[in-house]
Structure formats: C-alpha cells, structure tokens
C-alpha cells in the first residue's frame, strides 16, 4: 500500500450508514454465576479491535435465547453510549461468544453505502470522537441517545476509497491484536509453569518468608534532589494486567500531587486501591523521568526474581484475598496498605528452582517486552495516520 494527497471529503450522518442497530438499552439482564459473558462498556476501547472480557458476568442459555432483543453479528461495531467509555468503539469478532449489556449498541453497517471496515476507523478518529464528546454536555455522566445518530457526521469519501483505508486500517489492528494474544500465551505458560512448580509441587519443608524480606516497598520517591524538568506520568488506570495504555507528560511544577514514586528496570507494581480492577504489571526499562501513582506500591525485588513475586500477587487467588483485605480498611474506597502487601507470607521454594524458574520467566518477558515496543509503534502509525486519512489529506492506495 503507498500513500497519496487528496483533497477534503463530504459527510454523512451515522444514522444513514447502518440497516440494523442492536439495541438492548432499558433492559438490565439477569446475570448468572457462569454461561455466555455479559460484554458492558468496560470491554471496549478504542484500542482493541474487538472486546475485551474484563470483569464480564456471565447470563444462562435461557436468557441468552429468550431475554434479548437481538444479538450482534460477527463484523458488527459496537458503540458505547455511556459513561467514561462513551463512544468507544470496536468490532464484533467471528465467531459472537458473548450478549452486550445495556449502555451500547451494535451497528450493522448498510454495505452499499459504507464500509464496515472503514466506519469502525471513522468512528474512531479525533473529529468524530470530538463531535460524540460535546454532543451531550448537560449531564454529569456522558451520554450519546440513538437520537444523535442523526447529528453525528462521518466521512464519507467514495465507496471505493472507503475500502482500502478500512482494509489498512483492520489490517494494522489485527497486527496488534496479534502481538496482544502473543503475549497472553508467553503470560499465561509462564502462570501455568508457576502453578505447577510452585503450588501444586510445593513442599512442606520450604521455608516460610514474607515478602518485605525479599523487596524494598516503596524505595524511592520525587524529593528535591529530582533533576528532571518534566516527566511521564503513569496513573493506576492506565496500567491493566501488565498493559500500559498511557503515559502523561507534565512539567514537573504542574505534576499532579500523587506522581511522586520512582521506579527502575524489573520493579513490580501493583494498585493499593480496589486490588480487584488488576492494576498491574512489571517496569521495563523505563525512560529516566517516569514516575507513578502513589496508589501504586512498588515492590523492587532484592534476593528474588521479580516475575515470580509479580505471578504471586496477581493470581485470580491472591487477588480476591487482597482485595477483601482492602474492603476491610476505613478508607473511603477499598485500598491497601503497603504493609498489607509486605506482610503476606509464602513458602520460599530452594534456589536451584528459582533460578530455573526465572531463566524461563525471564526468556518469556523479553518476547513480551519486545511485543510491546513492536505494538506501541504499530499503534502510533495507525493513530498518527487516521486524521490524515479521515481529512483526505492522504489516501491509500493499493
């Protein structure tokens, strides 16, 4: 594919671009404990070319076939239409392994007057994204109503121009999502080895240990010997089971008050604040003025491999207990204290297994660490590009 200048494109509002809305709003389905997940607006981003299955419930066969109104298609878009995430947007994957909650929608899209593949990209782009955030400013929680579908306008080039920039558009995010499911596998055999050697296989005669004999918590932090001017920022959301989606950057004057702690290469994080939502993952190789949350405890590993703590206090177990140690504090809102985490006891396996255990681990993040930089600079080619093809300032061609 090359790239060429075009001049500017005509509009067309969403409404006049689909022949079918999935609309479930109004409705609050009975959930179960296990069958088909509920997808709710926290599974779609504008990142992600299909849902992701955070926190989903799950509803019962019998709901799924007689509750709905109607179910998504595979190549249908989601659109959220409520809360943080209002106008988030992202295809349905084939085969459809989930219902939609209320709060969104899935538009099939009219294929004589629209790519779908080119409307997900439209819906996505800074204009149309702007347009959805000030279509409604009246109330506290933003919301778009199927009513704005006439007001929201997409570009709308040629039919034959729509596909390719659709084509290259999916094309690139499959690209990603590839390496994101890459990643899961090289996380998920790393969990699997660590169940097996260290749980399952784990002998009673292993010695019992806490973890603050093992890390410093909380080592460093901003003090007035920082000579950096500005810094990226890292906040609790946007670090989710190991995925960081974004870095701020601010003059460290106008920092906000919790970006005072420091980290360095193979430092575990984990959010002090409600332990159930997974914010964390490990530092790699961090730029020098990165600094993070104070909601986060920074656990920097002395006399141990960092992916075996970091497997420990993220396991679906230990996170659960965490979590209802931090819905025992007096706080506001379920948090931690560092010591909470410190304090945890484990049964230390002999070094001889740490030390194979972590030439694995270690072999498995540096894949992982590589797909990273290989998905940011994906992700920054496709986003860098969108406006630019939106505005008909380039085309695609084939």
Wanted: overall charge negative; aromatic content about 8%.
């Amino acid at each position: 594919m090359t790239l060429e200048t075009k001049e500017s494109r005509r509009e067309i509002p969403l409404s006049e671009t689909t022949k079918f809305i999935v609309d479930n709003r109004g409705k609050t389905a009975p959930t179960s404990a296990e069958g088909i997940p509920l997808i709710a607006t926290n599974c779609v981003n504008n990142q992600s070319l299909y849902p992701e299955h955070i926190n989903v419930r799950y509803v019962s066969q019998e709901t799924y076939d007689t509750w709905f109104r109607s179910h998504p298609e595979p190549g249908d878009i989601l659109l959220t239409l409520k809360g943080s995430q209002n106008g988030a947007a992202c295809l349905v994957p084939d085969p459809v392994n989930f219902a939609i909650a209320q709060d969104m929608v899935a538009l099939r899209a009219n294929e004589v007057i629209i790519d779908p593949s080119f409307l997900l990209a439209a819906l996505r782009s800074p204009d149309v994204q702007a347009q959805i955030k000030n279509l409604d400013v009246s109330g506290v929680i933003p919301h778009l109503k199927k009513s704005d579908f006439d007001k929201l306008l997409i570009p709308y080039p040629d039919l034959p121009e729509q596909k390719p920039i659709g084509l290259y558009y999916v094309s690139l995010s499959k690209k990603i999502d590839l390496l994101h499911r890459q990643n899961k596998t090289l996380e998920a055999m790393a969990e699997t080895l660590f169940r097996q050697w260290f749980v399952e296989e784990a002998q009673d005669d292993w010695e019992d240990v806490r973890i603050d004999q093992l890390v410093e918590l909380n080592a460093r932090s901003i003090d007035r010997s920082y000579q950096h001017s500005d810094i990226l920022y890292l906040d609790t959301g946007s670090l989710n089971q190991g995925i960081v989606s974004e870095l701020q950057e601010f003059a460290i004057s106008e920092s906000p008050s919790r970006a005072k702690r420091l980290v360095k290469h193979n430092d575990v994080l984990i959010s002090t604040v409600r332990p159930n939502q997974k914010h964390y993952g490990i530092i790699k190789e961090p730029q020098e003025n990165l600094v993070v949350s104070t909601g986060f405890c920074v656990l920097s590993c002395v006399d141990i491999d960092p992916h075996f703590i970091y497997l420990l206090l993220t396991s679906n177990e230990m996170t659960e207990y965490l979590h209802s140690v931090a819905e025992g504090s007096t706080s506001t809102y379920p948090s931690l204290k560092p010591s909470d985490i410190g304090s945890l006891t484990f049964k230390k396996p002999p070094l001889n297994k740490l030390e194979e255990f972590a030439d694995i681990s270690q072999s498995a993040w540096n894949k992982i660490f590589t797909n990273h930089n290989q998905i940011r600079t994906l992700e920054k080619l496709r986003d860098t590009l969108l406006p630019k093809l939106m505005s008909g300032e380039v085309r695609v061609a084939l």
